[in-house]
């Protein structure tokens, strides 16, 4: 006999010789030394044959119940009593509020208590005696399965969905095509992409506006080795699409030696060493901006994405996939520095359309 | 301000005032009498450049060069002003143990004196930012709110939300503000140690700065409140997630192995 | 006639209380045929056993939490200027929601209580099911008949990630608007339907004003919805199927040996509910979680340094970091495999735990009911695959929180990145091969035990001169309970040719399962449990050892 024919020859039931070792109880004989003895008898604790030990079971259970309702109370009179904004210093939890720690201990111990008591009750006093129940096999047996079969053919034939197929198509048809209505109605979830996710605020001659002064950058504020970030001109906070404006307008200035600009291109769209990159990371839009003043190298906080900026931010390391978008800028008459024009590409996480 | 008290009984205290006293009495002195101030300023200025150079020599010569240019080991001091030495010095990063990428901080072995004596050295080989006055890194009176939006435009990437710090690139770290002299976080912004970028004045004002000592005063000192308890380093998820487990479950499995523990058997006898 | 009617009217007047309503309920809903094969069911003891109760019981204090903060809650993202009582936030612009999160915190007494309960019955939760996944992994209590409740349970697991992950996301802080981000930009690498989706989704370009409420109604209805019915499913199952058991003296497959729900699994499961309640109270009165006035309100271009997601996330967080910035761009597209892969991984990642249950009964070929418990060390092969699987988990959680790890043990960053990287790859491997030898050592020693007895310390002088320790043979249920673990054999393609002399075709899975039962319980993979013979031969030469 091959496996083949007999998939189940290497289950162990198949081979066991000794049904004794993982069976029915039996008494252990020469033939089956590890047989099953058999549910060791019932021990008897404490409580079960000493009454003043149950006794003292059963105040303990109650001591529980019962500082589980002072607590209770606790809790009210806390709620009551304790202002929402005190704050107490309790060590080793630091300056924490009065409110929180003592509704949080109180409700905690109403609930643990009754929890302990009611686990100690049926610890203590409730029979432990083990009590083996039979199982029985989920599979139902065969004469039931065919009185169901026999039932579903009948019903089956009765419906008669078998033989009028015309019925039968189109009821599949319809329950399939329903569903799309379902589906035709999410549509108005949101608008389509088209070009949204490649343009910015950013346009030429729009000043680059200092996030934290809300004043127009000039060249001489931004010294070698400062990091600043911009946006652009007459982008408010208050304004209705500041947020998502800002998501993708967000900037990053940081003025560099010109000589220790590596790529051609960014010295070219930089301004006298300044250099303004967006600071949305290209790999899922985090505002990137751990700016390494030494090294040059701007870090992600979220996935570590490395971008070197004097280097037309090209990824040294992390799971970013192409550079930091450069913004072109330069001075106006005014002095102040502007943008020479939109990004040249989408800024933030890239996308099947980008190319 | 505990730290300003604690110093008032440092043996060199009286040395600090005295020098202060010096300083004070000659820009007075200098204000009033525009026409021979210079003399006197002089005087006491290139004293303490003398005394600073004396002990540049000794400290820090051997990697910055014994004229502040710089050599391999250490950059060039022209230009990078008193504010840098007080905060290089005074946080105890310098002199250096060993030329790296980041210095961390440890305890100052120089007095205050000594310090300025330093920074009037190097303050003398180029201009730079000169140290702050407590006026300007007072917290007091300052816009919380408003610090913490700064704080979290412009500091909160590398040094967290309440500044616990962060890892940088390559070994490299920004380091926890717990309990930072403000006059050192004032300093940090103006000239960017290390590798922290500089924060000048014309692109985060003094104000800013003011606001955002007062923010980290608050949110991250000794007496910081967490309403909500324990507040597991500060790190976020990380440390809720290992509290979690840890605590939260484990203790929930203690609880569970004593549910369903056996109780005692009475012993047979 | 007359008695019925007698005993009828006598119930009537005297019945207690209690029993009439029970009559009542009965007449309608049929309680005592219910009750009948459920009231004294057996449920067998094992601490092991109660961590599925962790998980109902979080997840109930979460929904009875969760309504309660639903009261105070604002699902909106209407920009609002703040003038709550938290004062470092004073004047700032923020959404409703961060708002009315804050006056949870701050303004309502006991929101923060409840907030903080929330969320950690929440951390609590999925770490429960976890443990509770991997228990019933290692005892291989998935087996016939279990596997329907087994993906019930992984699908628990998932939908709880998804739901943690939703309601995170809720109050609109800096931290969770980081997360959301992360999400849209994930959604942003899907081929094709990439942006469309992330446009749908966010109502448009991110983060738009919507999010909040959609993922609101996903929170607090769809995916606990979906829960629900599966929890009630997952509990109907453990009745019918009635609770697995360890081997033990008087515990064999056809039987369930335990104590009965009335009265102490009554008692001891409600009281349980109650321990872990109080448990979670306290833990949300000394610990604070997601304390989000210090994160401050979500803006775009604002994050901060340890930006991770809830542990949950965290493994997902690990494969995202430790990808490599793969992109390919053609014909005008671009392939965004840096997160597309990671994305791919994380599902193929968990799918194999998920399945695992079905490649082992294939395997196995094994069609039996099984309800005694495996001892890990007892199928070494399935326990060292699960120390393998949880072992690339562990390192992707170290991964997520990578810069943690950098800070604390004063690692670079990408030192440590570089370690996940190879570790996913290199660490179930090493895992695999340690707890299988591991598990094959405990399988010796139960055999030396089975065999010798048990080593008692005591050392003995022999008369000529020789020391010896005394080995106590073991008692008739220790003996019982170490030999009654089944073994397979593996399984055969058999000759090559058949008896004719034929070339057999075997067919290629054919093949596969042979190998793969080979390496499951090879000689190198098992340790034979010993044999009658072999006990009779050591017992009756007296004395030796």
């Not at chain 2, 009498?33 to 002089?42: G, I, N, R, V, W």
């Not at chain 2, 303050?123 to 917290?139: F, H, I, K, R």
């Not at chain 3, 309960?117 to 016939?144: C, P």
């Amino acid at each position: 006999m091959s496996s083949q024919e007999n998939p189940d020859e290497n289950l162990p039931a198949a081979r066991a010789t000794d049904g004794h070792a993982h069976g029915d109880v039996g008494v252990p004989d020469e033939k089956h030394p590890f047989a099953d003895p058999g549910l060791p008898p019932h021990q008897h604790r404490i409580q079960d044959i000493d009454e003043r030990a149950a006794k003292r079971s059963e105040r303990t259970v109650a001591l529980l119940f019962t500082v589980s309702m002072l607590a209770t109370i606790g809790f009210i009179a806390s709620f009551v009593t304790i202002p929402a904004d005190r704050i107490v210093y309790i060590f080793p939890l630091g300056h924490i509020s009065g409110l929180n720690f003592a509704l949080g201990m109180t409700l905690g111990l109403a609930l643990f208590c009754i929890g302990a008591g009611a686990v100690h009750w049926a610890r203590t006093l409730m029979s432990d005696e083990e009590i083996a129940d039979e199982r029985h096999a989920i599979e139902a047996p065969p004469e039931v399965k065919a009185k169901v079969m026999a039932d579903f053919k009948q019903g089956a034939k009765e419906s008669a969905l078998g033989r009028r197929k015309l019925l039968r198509n189109t009821m599949f048809g319809a329950l399939t095509l329903f569903p799309l209505s379902g589906i035709v109605l999410l549509r108005d979830l949101g608008p389509l992409p088209e070009d949204k996710l490649r343009h910015t605020l950013w346009s030429k001659g729009k000043l680059l506006v200092n996030m934290n002064t809300d004043e127009p950058l000039r060249p001489s504020d931004v010294t070698v080795g400062s990091l600043t970030f911009a946006k652009p001109e007459g982008l408010e906070e208050h304004d209705h699409d500041f947020q998502t404006e800002i998501a993708k307008a967000a900037l990053m200035i940081v003025r560099l030696q010109p000589e220790n600009i590596k790529d051609k291109r960014e010295l070219e769209w930089s301004h006298d060493g300044i250099v303004a990159y967006s600071k949305i990371c290209t790999h899922v839009g985090c505002p990137i901006s751990l700016y390494e003043q030494q090294t040059h190298h701007v870090l992600c906080p979220c996935h570590q994405s490395t971008f070197d900026l004097s280097d037309g931010a090209r990824v040294i390391f992390g799971p970013a996939g192409h550079p930091l978008p450069q913004l072109r800028i330069g001075v106006n008459d005014e002095g102040y520095l502007e943008a020479l024009g939109d990004f040249d590409e989408p800024v933030g996480p890239a996308f099947w359309e980008r190319g | 301000m505990k730290k300003l008290s604690a110093r008032r009984r440092h043996p060199l205290a009286a040395v600090v005032v005295l020098l202060l006293a010096l300083a004070a009495t000659g820009g007075l002195y200098t204000a009033f009498a525009p026409a021979d101030k210079a003399q006197a300023e002089t005087s006491a200025q290139s004293l303490a450049i003398d005394e600073g150079k004396k002990l540049y020599a000794v400290g820090c010569a051997s990697c910055h060069g014994t004229g502040g240019q710089g050599t391999t080991d250490g950059p060039s001091l022209v230009g990078v002003g008193a504010a840098a030495v007080d905060f290089q010095v005074g946080t105890g990063r310098m002199p250096a143990q060993q030329p790296g990428a980041q210095v961390p901080d440890k305890k100052n072995i120089y007095s205050q004196a000594e310090i300025d004596q330093l920074a009037a050295f190097v303050a003398s080989l180029g201009a730079g930012p000169a140290v702050p006055t407590e006026e300007q890194y007072d917290p007091k009176g300052a816009d919380i709110a408003a610090g913490g939006e700064l704080f979290r435009t412009n500091c909160a990437q590398c040094h967290n939300f309440t500044g616990k710090g962060g890892a940088l690139t390559e070994g490299k770290y920004a380091p926890p503000l717990d309990d930072v002299d403000p006059k050192y976080i004032y300093e940090a912004m103006l000239h960017g140690p290390q590798n922290m970028p500089v924060f000048p004045d014309t692109t985060l004002t003094e104000k800013n700065k003011k606001d955002i000592i007062a923010y980290l005063d608050t949110v991250n000192s000794d007496d910081s409140e967490s309403p909500g308890g324990m507040e597991l380093g500060g790190l976020g998820p990380v440390s809720e997630g290992l509290f979690g487990w840890i605590f939260g479950l484990g203790g929930l499995i203690a609880v569970a192995v004593w549910v369903a523990a056996r109780t005692a058997k009475a012993k047979k006898s | 006639m007359s008695t019925t009617t007698t005993s009828d009217s006598r119930s009537r007047e005297k019945a207690p209380a209690g029993e009439r309503v029970a009559d009542w309920a009965d007449g309608r809903l049929g309680i005592y045929s219910l009750a009948k094969a459920n009231m004294r069911k057996i449920f067998p003891d094992h601490w092991s056993f109660m961590l599925g109760e962790i998980c109902l019981y979080s997840f109930l204090i979460i929904i009875l939490t969760g309504v309660y903060l639903t009261l105070f809650f604002h699902p909106s993202m209407n920009e609002i200027e703040y003038h709550g009582s938290y004062v470092p936030l004073q004047g700032q612009l923020m959404s409703e929601a961060f708002a009315s999160t804050l006056d949870i915190s701050f303004d309502v007494r006991g929101g923060l209580l409840i907030r903080q309960i929330h969320h950690w019955a929440a951390i609590v939760f999925l770490a429960g099911m976890f443990v509770h996944m991997m228990r019933v992994f290692f005892t291989g209590a998935f087996r016939k008949p279990r596997e329907v409740n087994w993906l019930f349970g992984f699908l628990l697991f998932v939908l709880g990630m998804f739901t943690g992950f939703t309601g995170y996301s809720l109050p609109d802080d800096l931290l969770s608007g980081t997360g959301v981000r992360f999400t849209q930009g994930a959604i942003l690498s899907m081929p094709i339907v990439g942006t469309y989706i992330s446009m749908f989704l966010f109502g448009g370009e991110f983060p738009g004003g919507d999010f909040v409420a959609r993922f609101y109604s996903i929170h607090i209805l769809l995916l606990p919805g979906i829960m629900l019915g599966l929890v009630v499913a997952h509990l109907i199952l453990v009745f019918y199927h009635k609770h697995t058991q360890f081997a033990g003296p008087g515990r064999t497959n056809k039987n369930v040996v335990g104590m009965p729900l009335l009265p102490v699994y009554m008692a001891k499961a409600g009281g349980f509910f109650f321990l872990v309640f109080g448990f979670i109270a306290m833990m949300a009165a000394v610990a604070t979680i997601n304390p989000i006035w210090v994160l401050g309100p979500y803006r775009p271009d604002q994050v901060s340094t340890g930006a991770q997601p809830d542990w949950y996330m965290g493994f997902a967080e690990g494969l995202i970091r430790a990808m490599p910035g793969w992109e390919i761009n053609f014909w005008g597209h671009t392939l965004v495999l840096g997160v597309l892969i990671p994305l791919v991984l994380f599902g193929v990642f968990l799918a194999v735990i998920a399945l695992y249950p079905f490649i082992e009964s294939w395997v196995t070929g094994d069609k039996r009911e099984h309800h005694i418990l495996d001892r890990p060390r007892n199928a070494p092969t399935r326990t060292a695959f699960g120390v393998a699987w949880i072992t690339g988990y562990v390192i992707m959680l170290i991964g997520g929180g990578n810069d943690i790890v950098a800070t604390h043990f004063h690692l670079s960053i990408n030192s440590v990145t570089w370690f996940v990287r190879i570790g996913f790859f290199a660490g179930p491997v090493i895992a695999f091969i340690v707890t299988k030898r591991i598990c094959l050592g405990l399988q010796r020693r139960d055999k030396d035990k089975v065999l010798h007895g048990r080593e008692s310390g005591i050392i003995k002088r022999l008369p000529h001169g020789e020391f010896v320790e005394v080995h106590e043979p073991l008692s008739q249920e220790a003996l019982h309970t170490l030999t009654a673990h089944e073994q397979y054999q593996p399984a055969e393609i058999g000759p090559a040719v058949d008896e004719n002399g034929v070339e057999r075709k075997v067919k290629g899975p054919q093949k596969l399962r042979a190998k793969l039962s080979n390496a499951y319980y090879g000689e190198d993979s098992q340790i034979p449990k010993p044999t009658a013979e072999e006990y009779k031969e050591i017992t009756s030469g007296h004395g030796h050892h």
